[in-house]
């Protein structure tokens, strides 16, 4: 069965210092998609990234950066230099192919809180 | 701007209650679909629509019912509020097709009382 498991439940740093936030993931397809999302403490979804199963690159956009491992089955988010903004509980999620007609359904894993101190 | 509305934003029932949650999108998107959150839990769907007249049940869809008769709204009703049922429901769409990227409505704050 198609799972994501995010073991860090909570992390506290101090501005500035680099985070990671892990994601592991299960799947029986070979296609498929990871997304990031961004649940700021006023509660609402943003959607960070989406990368697909055949993209191994890594991402950078700004001080967030993206690494996927298929070898691993892992697809970890990092922030460079924290910000008090950055605090918020992280979602990776895993959108299933077209394996068992549940097409484009996320499965989430359960957050990761991370607290930014200044 | 196309977005995703939810309405009510906050809602207080009372047990035994039947109540809809609605969801707009002026995206055109024909997926849809419902979540709900609850500490410890992440997020987990509840029903999901694909279409006019297409609806399917999701992980945990006991207790609850959609409708889609139009492509921008997909309510959501609890046949018989129970405590259990207190959560925070998010409404989400995507473009057709698998592995497209959903986007989120601002959530529903339901407390069933």
């Known amino acids: 069965a198609q799972k994501v498991t995010q073991a860090q439940t909570e992390i506290s740093v101090v501005e500035k210092e680099d985070v990671t936030l892990d994601c592991v993931y299960e799947t029986r397809d070979t296609t498929y998609y990871l997304f990031w999302y961004k649940q700021p403490p006023s509660g609402e979804l943003v959607f960070l990234i989406r990368?697909?199963?055949?993209?191994?690159q890594n991402e950078i956009s700004g001080r967030y950066s993206w690494n996927f491992q298929k070898s691993t089955s892992s697809f970890n988010f990092t922030i460079t230099a924290s910000q008090v903004v950055d605090s918020a509980v992280y979602f990776c999620a895993l959108s299933e192919g077209d394996y068992g007609g549940s097409q484009g359904n996320l499965i989430f894993g359960k957050g990761t809180k991370l607290s930014v101190k200044p | 701007d196309a977005e995703i509305t939810q309405s009510p934003r906050h809602k207080i029932t009372e047990t035994g209650r039947q109540v809809t949650l609605a969801c707009h999108q002026t995206?055109?998107?024909?997926?849809m679909f419902w979540y709900r959150q609850d500490l410890g839990h992440g997020l987990r769907l509840i029903h999901y629509s694909y279409g006019v007249q297409d609806t399917n049940k999701g992980e945990v869809s006991d207790g609850y019912s959609v409708s889609r008769s139009n492509t921008e709204d997909l309510p959501l009703t609890l046949e018989s509020a129970a405590s259990s049922q207190t959560s925070v429901y998010f409404c989400?769409?995507?473009?057709?097709?698998?592995?497209?990227?959903?986007?989120f409505g601002p959530g529903t704050r339901l407390l069933v009382l």
């Open positions: 995206w055109n998107h024909n997926n």
């Open positions: 990368r697909n199963s055949f993209d191994e």
């Open positions: 989400a769409s995507s473009e057709s097709g698998a592995l497209e990227t959903q986007y």
